[in-house]
């Protein structure tokens, strides 16, 4: 099967936090284990900030807000129709 406009996302970096925060909830020490350490805290700030304002996650930060402050990461759960279903 091939989805037509599925939730893949374009950009393997989101792709990935998408995938394991659909696990279950995630701290950003989580997400940056997830690359190892070797995404730059800038770079996935900013894939961060693209996903929630998508809609894709939700951010909850406690503290100062700072990158280093805790932070929860979950999966938004929209309700929407299949995707458009192209071949078989």
């Given at each position: 099967?091939?989805?037509?406009f599925?939730?893949t996302e374009?950009d393997p970096?989101?792709?990935?936090?998408i995938?394991?925060v659909a696990?279950?909830?995630?701290?950003q020490?989580?997400?940056?284990d997830?690359f190892?350490?070797?995404?730059p805290?800038r770079?996935l700030?900013?894939?961060?900030?693209?996903?929630?304002?998508r809609?894709?996650?939700?951010?909850?930060?406690?503290?100062?807000g700072?990158w280093?402050?805790p932070l929860?990461?979950?999966?938004?759960?929209?309700?929407?129709?299949?995707?458009?279903?192209?071949g078989?």
């Amino acid at each position: 099967m091939v989805y037509l406009f599925g939730e893949t996302e374009l950009d393997p970096i989101a792709q990935k936090i998408i995938e394991a925060v659909a696990a279950g909830p995630k701290t950003q020490n989580d997400i940056m284990d997830l690359f190892q350490r070797n995404v730059p805290a800038r770079r996935l700030a900013a894939v961060l900030e693209d996903l929630q304002e998508r809609g894709r996650i939700t951010l909850t930060k406690e503290g100062t807000g700072a990158w280093a402050s805790p932070l929860s990461l979950e999966a938004q759960r929209e309700k929407r129709d299949k995707p458009e279903m192209v071949g078989g």
